[in-house]
Nanobody
Framework: VQLQASGGGLVQAGGSLRLSCAAS????????MNWFRQAPGKEREFEAA????????YYADSVKGRFTISRDNGKNTLSLQMNSLQPEDTAVYYC?????????????????????WGKGTQVTVSS
């Protein structure tokens, strides 16, 4: 699976952005998908996950209620709708694919468990 994230940009605090992650390959629908982010000087951290079918999602406390992860297996696309953005959301955002044998309930992804990564997309939130 090859992944390519897009949709980042510059937005004012309180604004919204929608990130996309386009996947190539016919096996996208078998992977749990995750969004991570890495702020300057910090480690990459988990933000949101969705299981292979889209029936289960999980969010980090820092984005719960503001971000929504979704997927369209017919279009091989993962999305992250980000609302009420704050300056602390500024980071490079990455999508990651994690094969977990069609589990029904997703949990927080671990960086070391990702099988594939997309190149990041920069999100900058100004105050």
């Amino acid at each position: 699976v090859q992944l390519q994230a897009s949709g980042g940009g510059l937005v004012q605090a309180g604004g919204s952005l929608r990130l996309s992650c386009a996947a190539s390959g016919r096996t996208f629908s078998s992977y749990d998908m995750n969004w991570f982010r890495q702020a300057p000087g910090k480690e990459r951290e988990f933000e949101a996950a969705i299981n292979w079918s889209g029936g289960s999602t999980y969010y980090a406390d820092s984005v719960k209620g503001r971000f929504t992860i979704s997927r369209d297996n017919g279009k091989n696309t993962l999305s992250l709708q980000m609302n009420s953005l704050q300056p602390e959301d500024t980071a490079v955002y990455y999508c990651g694919a994690d094969w977990q044998y069609y589990r029904s309930t997703v949990v927080a992804g671990k960086e070391g468990d990702m099988d594939y990564w997309g190149k990041g997309t920069q999100v900058t939130v100004s105050s």
